[in-house]
């Protein structure tokens, strides 16, 4: 698909729940980008965990997300993490995101 003018300063993370997408190491990892650019953001795909009833109820995870949103606010990054709602049609939001990143680690 053909990028949009300016994806080369967007990160995407495709989905942000459960916690193993470590949305944290994308948040730090952004941290450095933006201290090099400040025009990098990072954008966030997928359904939060307020849109899962059954991961909300998990208190390990609310306790990560809970954290990530501190480190978020503590690294003046507000302006710069974008969450979006999940699509069935990621192409078009592909369409923006010049490096996609996935963790998937413990």
């Known amino acids: 698909t053909d ?3 300016g994806s080369e300063f967007n990160i ?3 989905g942000l729940v459960p916690m193993i997408k470590r949305l944290d ?3 730090d990892i952004l941290k450095i980008m933006v201290a090099k650019d400040s025009r990098f953001k990072l954008f ?3 359904k ?3 849109d899962l009833p059954w991961l909300k109820k998990n208190t390990e995870e609310t306790d990560f997300f809970n954290m990530v949103n501190k ?3 503590d690294y003046n990054l507000s302006e710069h993490v974008i969450f979006e ?3 069935d049609n990621p192409e078009i939001w592909m369409q923006k995101i010049g490096h996609l990143i996935e963790m998937n680690v413990n």
């Open 25 to 27: 190491i994308a948040v």
């Open 3 to 5: 990028k949009l003018p």
């Open 44 to 46: 966030v795909l997928g």
């Open 48 to 50: 939060s965990i307020d």
């Open 71 to 73: 480190k978020i606010k």
């Open 85 to 87: 709602k999940y699509t």
């Open 12 to 14: 995407g993370l495709m």
